[in-house]
């Protein structure tokens, strides 16, 4: 009714205001207070208090220069504070479940994953083991300094209101997710959302894309399903919530049956279990006994370390179709060529609908990338309208099978970005 | 850089709240003055200065009750002036050109159409005809009190900066349509500006759907081309600017070449000539000889005229596919049967992809919706993913093959609604 100008309370100003500064030092290159109040248009005074309850809350540091004393903090320079409030991110998919806790620069600080057939187990079993590893990484986190509040569950399928109503794959239907996500995570103060783990991994590339890069792009996961997520303008379109079904796009009208009951899907062409198939490889063999089911780390900041999810999924099948391929293996490199000229009809499609700038692809695509690549762009060249004057849209995802957990733990970060005022009133003694 | 609140001049804030008062008239039942400011968060007087501009420029017009005098214009109800500025819609298609004049309410004041064969002349030729034909239009429009300032011409093909890239349909390549247009306009003061015409047919059916109607939905045109619209919360997605080119979307990746150079894309199977061609009827027959070239009238707010474009377009072959479908004849219902397959797939990709809450087939579709609909619903049960979650999301367009062209007037409407303060400028005499 009234698109006009509100008075704003006292609450909701402290509340947007908290959130402006704390923006600013997450864009800024380590600004001072006086900086800061210069670019959000605030008095220093404002801008101070506010900085100082960021602060003490944990989600600020303040870099005093070493020859100034302590005194009236004139110039330090702030940042986020890499050791305080975390996200959580989950993944689980149909053969592995993965745990990520990201400070609040985004940097992953411990990840956890393990290789579990969730095909065959029940919803209840899966998301309990799921939150037992999540609160694993959460100890390991708040050992390092960190303090995980927010989590983000990813799964392969269609979610509404924290409820998975469908996940194909997993053969889930109607799964209260985040519910029983907590019932493993025990006692501890968490928030859990639920979202579909290709919307993730498009957020997570997003995160991960260096500075300059676009902001809108199609990004498209490839995995035993596969998912789509679109980012406009650095916003993830969801449309009525389920946008992103591209592993349900029709190839050929009257293929081969698929999963979901229709028929002639790209998941049937380009899934990871066609590809493997198709390849003479076992798409169900058991996870390799010499991995150590779980792998757990706390590390520095942006450290590299010996478990990381790419080892995990680069040990698996996929890995041992791109060694055939790279051999010159024909039943591989067929595969992949059936599996290429599938995904680069749909993608051109998708691109004639759409527009997107960049596509981008994931998940087992990154990995199987120097195959498809040629295959894709020869597709897109022949059959996107726009071509000629968008030649150059192919792009390669350099986070693989990552992507969804980090950005599950980077949505928790922007959680709390957004609304710092929240998690400071959840976490101070005085409410 | 900078992210903050920025200290507004005096001429942006007059511009900001011009536009921010007449938003308001415009959403609003007859509000007074009052209520406006009110609503806008202004002072009265600063609301009654900016009304009284705008209604000096002939925007906005004040109905003071009868059996008040007019001193101090207490409480009169404001409105859009429905004989002030208005917007044009020219459409160049492959068989027909039109042109509508459409009032600031948008209500449609003057519509003339030309049954003509646009493929096979130049674009020259065309396109200055095009621009004869609104100059007529606007002479019209004139006589009725309307002072036409904004042209939108729409065209199906891909577009840039005014600039015609591509347009299979009509054979043209990289022409500057707006300067053309212009030629046939003659020495008028107005703003040319250029589109796809499907984008502005999914702005006309938004623009024309009744209040309550959702304000997300994907838009798909039939005609000698098809296509595509995607309204998200009342605004068109454009991709990088070549988005809605579902006609190239491909329906069977070996199948028939299309005039793009691809194979397989949705035109060659619901395309207007292959279904007519399907049916047997000739889609390159003359013009009706009984239906004058041209039907011209200017008429009161919301009245019916004779010569619509609905009158123009459904006297043509689709007409004829429809009553030969209507009296059963099985060389058009196969046809129908084809097309309507291959658009459900197609439609059925999108809704995977996309999840828009609705979808709304308009152009031709509209007139053979009677054949298509359940054919598409068939395969959308069938075929989208969160298809249960939402088995309701087929409509049909009320504007057929009006809506381009209503949609392009009504764009240039939404132009001077936007920023009023650049029309105040360019017609008043004082600059």
């Known amino acids: 009714m009234n698109g006009g100008v509100q008075p704003a309370s006292k609450q909701s100003m402290r509340r947007h205001n908290l959130a402006l500064v704390l ?25 101070s208090s506010l900085v ?29 504070n890499p050791r305080g409030a975390a996200g959580v991110g989950v993944e689980v998919n149909v053969d592995y479940t993965a745990v990520c806790v990201a400070d609040l620069t985004g940097a992953p600080r411990v990840r956890l994953t393990e290789r579990v057939r969730n095909r065959g187990r029940s919803a209840e079993e899966t998301l309990y083991a799921a939150g037992r590893l999540a ?7 708040r050992r390092a300094g960190l303090a995980p509040v927010q989590v983000n569950l990813g799964v392969p399928g269609l979610v509404r209101d924290d409820e998975v109503l469908h996940a194909p794959n997993l053969d889930w239907h109607r799964v209260p997710a985040a519910m029983l996500l907590k019932r493993g995570l025990g006692r501890q103060p968490l928030e859990v959302s639920v979202d579909n783990e290709a919307n993730l991994a498009a957020i997570g590339e997003f995160q991960a894309r260096p500075a300059g890069a676009g902001d809108s792009f199609l990004y498209v996961s490839g995995g035993i399903g596969i998912g789509a997520g679109l980012m406009v303008d650095g916003t993830l379109f969801r449309g009525g919530g389920f946008a992103g079904e591209i592993g349900h796009v029709t190839v050929r009208p009257d293929g081969g049956e698929c999963g979901c009951g229709a028929r002639g899907c790209l998941e049937r062409y380009a899934g990871q279990d ?17 991995l150590p089911p779980v792998g757990a780390e706390a590390r520095g900041r942006r450290g590299e370390g010996q478990f990381g999810l790419a080892t995990a999924t680069s040990e698996g099948p996929v890995d041992q179709l791109a060694a055939l391929a790279a051999a010159g293996d024909e039943a591989a490199t067929d595969a992949l ?9 749909v993608l051109s499609s998708a691109v004639n609908l759409l527009d997107p700038p960049e596509v981008v692809i994931g998940g087992i695509y990154a990995r199987l ?3 498809l690549l040629p295959i894709l762009q020869e597709q897109l060249n022949s059959r996107v309208t ?9 792009q390669v995802s350099g986070l693989g099978a990552e992507a969804a957990v980090r950005g599950a733990a980077g949505a928790g970060v922007q959680t709390i970005l957004r609304d710092p005022s929240a998690y400071i009133d959840l976490t101070s003694p005085a409410g």
Chains 1, 2 share one sequence.
């Open 337 to 345: 060529t059936v599996a290429g000229r599938a995904l680069g009809v």
């Open 52 to 80: 100082e309850e960021l602060r003490l809350a944990g989600l600020v540091v303040e870099h005093v220069p070493e020859n100034q004393g302590r005194v009236g903090r004139p110039g330090g320079a702030l940042a986020l």
């Open 386 to 394: 726009s071509g000629r004057w968008r030649p150059d849209r192919l």
């Open 369 to 371: 990338a120097p195959w």
């Open 135 to 141: 609160a694993r990484a959460c100890a390991a986190a």
């Open 274 to 290: 066609a590809l493997l198939l198709a390849a003479g490889i076992d798409p169900a063999q058991p996870a390799d006994p010499d």
């Open 23 to 47: 923006r600013q030092v997450a864009a800024g290159q380590s600004a001072s207070r006086a900086t800061v109040a210069a670019q959000v248009g605030l008095t220093k005074a404002t801008v």
